[in-house]
């Protein structure tokens, strides 16, 4: 994919989020996911689905999912990838560091909400495999985000908790919130 493309996906992505009736829906979706971080003071986030029907301006076409997450302000998720779907993500109200790292060293990608910034200060591109995690110095952090991966079949791996152990997976919807999967050997360090 060219950056052109990309940009254009980013760019429909955007209007989308940004429609008043999509926006008015996303509000609703944020106070649910906001009410069970606060019920969950352990949790470092809080998500849901957002049903694809909510946005009013057309996606482009290999979008399968949205979700809304917030982020618990003053922590960091931990590290995950995404082994099958590309990830695009805005941040939504609230700022924060979403690093990734494709080899070497984690890289910063500093996002905020403010809708007069360009959209690459707003948006990050996360292809399949690619690790990443949000840290957040401040208040809660919301952002949304869309997948290639419907909702059942979007897969989130993690760090195994013992170096050189599998990766452990999971899916964030569907039969059971925290499925094991089978994952290479030294795949599964923190990266």
């Known amino acids: 994919m060219t950056d ?4 254009r996906i980013l760019a429909a992505l955007d209007l989308a989020v940004g429609a008043a009736p999509a926006r008015a829906r996303i509000e609703a979706i944020v106070a649910r996911a906001g009410r069970r971080l606060r019920e969950s003071p352990g949790e470092p986030l809080a998500w849901e689905p957002v049903p694809l029907d909510v946005y009013t301006s057309p996606l482009p076409e290999a979008i399968r999912s949205s979700w809304v997450f917030v982020v618990r302000g003053g922590t960091a998720t931990g590290a995950e990838r995404h082994p099958n779907s590309h990830q695009r993500m805005m941040s939504y109200r609230g700022s924060g560091d979403f690093q990734t790292r494709a ?3 984690w890289r910063s990608h500093l996002l905020t909400s403010d809708p007069a910034a360009p959209i690459e200060g707003r948006w990050i591109s ?5 690790w990443h995690k949000g840290v957040v110095p401040g208040a809660d952090w919301v952002v949304v985000s869309f997948h290639t991966a419907t ?3 979007l ?3 993690r760090p195994a908790a013992e170096a050189g152990g599998p990766v452990r997976r999971r899916r964030y919807a569907g039969q ?3 499925r094991p999967g089978p994952a290479s050997r030294g795949e599964g360090r923190e990266p």
């Open 4 to 7: 052109q493309e990309e940009a």
């Open 103 to 105: 080899g070497g060293d």
């Open 126 to 130: 996360i292809p399949p495999g690619v």
């Open 151 to 153: 909702q059942l079949e």
């Open 155 to 157: 897969v989130e791996e």
């Open 176 to 178: 059971g919130r925290a």
